[in-house]
């Protein structure tokens, strides 16, 4: 097969829209793996057996996702897969996690939480980086997530379905609670903005109306720090998208929005004192009951535990045996080294500095440049994480999914931008194509047609 006809296969683009570069010699994978993973994230976002409940004796997510990660087993004996960096320190926290287990307060806890919960994300982490290979098929996923999260919320808000006076999801899983519902909106309200800006005519409308229905949906989940999240997630979107993008008019309008959002959720005396007492802590009207100061206690005691525990933690899911009040510690980060050792959180932390990492590479990227769609999933997904970060300072996030996602995104985006680009095809090896990526990608094709 010559390069020329390797070029004539490349990604196809919105017409009317930055094309971006094509690839000259696309990654390959076997198709069953994507295809798998599609499935999977269908099922685990839209969760149909929560509305169809004879679907709940088929466990039909965890055999699509069976099914991908044997396929991507299979590419990974043939040697056609490298794992990145980011995911070989997830599967090191796996194993830090696995080694605490015998030493846990309740072993049998421990073992349910580190391979029913964290488990999944670390397998679902590994099988988004490597069997994504093109931006087309990277944003099939993200529009699964957003517009699953932007469905929920909207579905939450007009059955009214409040717990204790709180906007919870429809949902049984992933965003049934108000706080996980709240951040996980944080994180994917930047993918939204990113499909609203890329969008046209009437799917852009149908966009804005999403974002603003999320936006709402944080305010009516009384959640603090989905709020804190929420109002990083805008701000770095209004840097990205607005001011080193270039659209004042997205600066205007965000600016004039969140004043707006803001006027009419202080307007409630309840939601007032909610707010309030994220400084002054808690006060009447806020709803709190004396949570404030029960948090800043649970705080120093997994900070106590972490110290005191420093190895093996006292096991991954058991802290709030340490206390009577059988409570998390609401912060993901000394929750996790009190449970796991200070080896856990430090092998956490890199595996989310490696993804900040990955953008800052994918940034440098001939892809970054060219592509509008790439360059604004990119931006969504820096702002993504930096929700993430906020919001898990007041939330046990550990053991979610949602931030080992992000992390196999960013990883998908390094994979796709170190593609040789059609530009980069014309001549052996141009100017601003590394000696790497010639090496790994055109040379050897190269050599072929000879």
């Known amino acids: ?32 793996i994507f295809g798998a993973l599609v499935i999977f994230f269908a099922l685990y976002y839209y969760r149909p057996e929560d509305f169809l409940h004879f679907l709940t004796y088929v466990p039909m997510a965890r055999i699509a996702g069976l099914i991908a990660f044997v396929a991507l087993l299979g590419a990974m004996m043939a040697g056609n897969v490298k794992v990145p960096k980011a995911v070989k320190i997830l599967w090191l926290l796996l194993l830090q996690m696995t080694i605490c287990i015998p030493f846990a307060l309740w072993p049998g806890g421990a073992f349910h939480t580190v391979f029913d919960k964290y488990a999944k994300g670390v397998v679902v982490a590994m099988l988004i980086s490597m069997a994504v290979v093109t931006t087309r098929e990277l944003r ?99 840097w990205e998208y607005g001011i080193k993008g270039k659209r004042r008019y997205l600066v205007v309008i965000s600016m004039a929005a969140m004043l707006l959002g803001m006027a009419v959720a202080l307007s409630s005396a309840h939601y007032r004192a909610r707010v309030e007492s994220i400084f002054v802590g808690n006060i009447e009207g806020s709803g709190d009951e004396g949570s404030i100061e029960a948090r800043k206690n649970l705080l120093k005691k997994s900070v106590v535990t972490a110290l005191t525990h420093p190895l093996f933690g006292v096991g991954p899911g058991c802290f709030p045996l ?129």
């Open 322 to 450: 340490v206390d009577d009040t059988w409570k998390v510690a609401h912060n993901a980060y000394t929750e996790l080294a009190a449970e796991a050792g200070i080896l856990a959180l430090v092998l956490f932390l890199l595996a989310l500095g490696a993804a900040f990492k990955n953008i800052a590479q994918v940034r440098k990227s001939v892809e970054y440049r060219d592509n509008a769609e790439f360059r604004l999933f990119t931006q969504a997904l820096w702002a993504g994480l930096a929700a993430y970060l906020t919001g898990s300072f007041f939330a046990s996030t550990e053991y979610n999914l949602y931030p080992y996602f992000v992390v196999g995104y960013t990883c998908v985006m390094v994979r796709i931008s170190s593609q040789p680009t059609r530009s980069d095809a014309q001549g052996s090896k141009p100017e601003n194509l590394s000696k790497a990526r010639y090496d790994r990608y055109l040379k050897p094709h190269a050599l072929r047609t000879r």
């Open 140 to 238: 099939k996923l993200l529009w699964i997530q957003v517009s699953a999260v932007a469905l929920v919320t909207l579905f939450s808000i007009l059955a009214a379905h409040y717990k204790e006076g709180r906007l919870a999801g429809i949902q049984e899983n992933i965003l049934s609670g108000p706080n996980d519902l709240a951040i996980n909106i944080a994180i994917s309200f930047p993918l939204g903005m990113a499909f609203m800006l890329y969008a046209r005519g009437f799917k852009k409308a149908i966009w804005v109306a999403a974002l603003g229905v999320m936006a709402l949906g944080v305010v009516l989940t009384a959640s603090r720090s989905g709020l804190l999240a929420l109002i990083i997630s805008i701000i770095v979107c209004v």
């Open 1 to 32: 097969m010559t390069v020329q006809t390797i070029l004539a296969k490349g990604r196809e683009r919105p017409a009317g829209l930055v094309a971006g570069v094509e690839p000259a010699v696309p990654l390959q994978r076997h198709p069953l």
